[in-house]
């Protein structure tokens, strides 16, 4: 029931499409939903993050969409280019326990 | 602005040995964790801390020793290095419970 299920394991799209990542869980408990983008031979690095209260949230080219009934969300990159090609983990915590349990994680090409 | 920083970045050592990883942060966060990252599992939380002097386990913590004794300071211990710990690891710190922030991580090989 902790277990974040994060899909696909790996992405290649054109550059200007727009790649799609998708998580899953389980426990209603959690409340917080972030997505951290990582380069090789670099930490996870916060993207964007969001709440059960809302269902989508925009920051720049990056947006998350939210399904609570389904218990899923998805972050979506629009216009992506080649820059953007790096792993993405989405993450789940609750209140009160600030332990995220992480997806295992996208490997995301955009070819130029 | 030096953040999250963490030392060495690169260790190779033997089976048996104990190796100490350094986590040193500048924002006086209070929360502070420790991830180990696998291919095919993602990112694993070892211990984290609240505040100083209080750590609490994660989901991996087996073979693991952590101490807190400065807000700044968050040490993991290797006691016995294996090498199913051969891993890269990552610390991270928080203001608030949400939103953490990671460190560049330390790359260990156990021979």
């Known amino acids: 029931q902790q277990q974040v299920k994060q899909s696909p394991q790996s992405l290649i799209v054109q550059k200007g499409g727009i790649p799609i990542i998708n998580c899953a869980y389980e426990n209603t408990a959690f409340d917080y939903f972030p997505w951290y983008q990582q380069f090789p031979g670099k930490g996870p690095a916060l993207l964007i993050a969001?709440?059960?209260?809302?269902s989508e949230k925009k920051e720049g080219r990056f947006t998350i969409s939210f399904n609570k009934s389904a218990k899923q969300f998805s972050l979506h990159i629009m216009d992506s280019q080649p820059g953007d090609s790096a792993t993405y983990f989405c993450?789940?915590?609750?209140?009160?326990?600030?332990?995220?349990?992480f997806g295992t994680g996208t490997r995301l090409k955009v070819l130029a | 602005d030096a953040g999250i920083t963490q030392s060495p970045r690169y260790k190779i050592t033997e089976t048996g040995r104990q190796v100490t990883l350094m986590c040193h942060q500048t924002w006086s966060h209070s929360y502070m964790f420790w991830y180990r990252q696998d291919l095919g599992h993602g990112l694993r939380l070892i211990y984290y801390s609240a505040a100083a002097d209080i750590t609490d386990k994660g989901e991996v913590p087996d073979g693991y020793v952590v101490s807190r004794s400065k807000t700044e300071n968050f040490p993991l211990t290797l006691e016995s290095a294996t090498r199913s710990q051969t891993s890269v690891y990552f610390c991270a710190s928080s203001h608030q419970i949400y939103e953490q922030y990671f460190g560049p991580g330390t790359r260990l090989t156990v021979t």
């Open positions: 993450a789940a915590s609750s209140s009160g326990t600030y332990k995220y349990i």
């Open positions: 969001i709440r059960p209260d809302v």
